[in-house]
C-alpha cells in the first residue's frame, strides 16, 4: 500500500500540525534565548562568558548583542569587542534580577515558571501542564483571562499535592505571587523594557530560584 492509501487527509493534517507546534517551539526558544543574551550583555556580562555559558560561539553572541541596536532591545549600545563589556543601553542600567517585583509582567513571568516547574515535576500529568505548553508555544497569549486560568490550575495542582517536597515550596512562591497579582497598585510595568521581555526573564528567575530552594 502507499502511503496515501495508508494516511487519510485528516491524519496527515494532524501530522504536520504537530510538527509546526514542535518547529514554532523552537523558535520561540531561540527568541528567549536571544532575549536573554540581549539582558545580561545589557547588565554587563562578556560576551565571552555569555557565549560559553549558552554554548555559543562569541560571534554569535556579539551577534545577538548587536542586534539590540535594530529591533529595540535591551541593550543599544552592545559590547565593542570581542569579550568587552556590554552598557545599560535601552534599560538604563543592570538588569534587576531580584524576584520580588511588583509589576504585572514580571509577576505574569514568575506564575509561568512557577507553573512549568509544576508541570515538569508532575512529568506532564499537571492539571498547568496544557496551559503551560500552550503559553511557551505561543498558541495562548498572557490575557488577563488565561491568567486567571493559569492561576486555577497551579491552585489545583498545589492543593492536591499539600506540603509534600517540592510542593511547599512551590506553594510559598506561589502564594507571593498571588499576592502581586491581587494587589491593585500593581503596574503595567516599569521602563525596564518591554510585558514580553519582563516575563521571560521572570519566568526564568524563578525557576532557577526554585531549583535552588
Known sequence: MTAERE???EQ???????MN????AGEEMRRLRAEMIRLFAGAGWTQDRLARLAGMSQPAVSKQVAGARTDGGATAGGAAASGGRATGGGAGGP???SLDQRDLPWLEGRLWGLAEAVSETLEDAAHCSRLVHALARGRKRFTPQNVDALRRL???DLREHGAEPPFGAYRNAYDRIARGLDDPTATDGPAAGPAARRRTLACQVQRVRLRES
Open 95 to 97: 538588569v534587576d534580577l
Open 154 to 156: 497551579v491552585e489545583e
Open 21 to 24: 507546534e514542535i518547529i514554532r
Open 7 to 9: 494516511l487519510t487527509e
Open 12 to 18: 496527515v493534517g494532524r501530522m504536520f500540525a504537530e
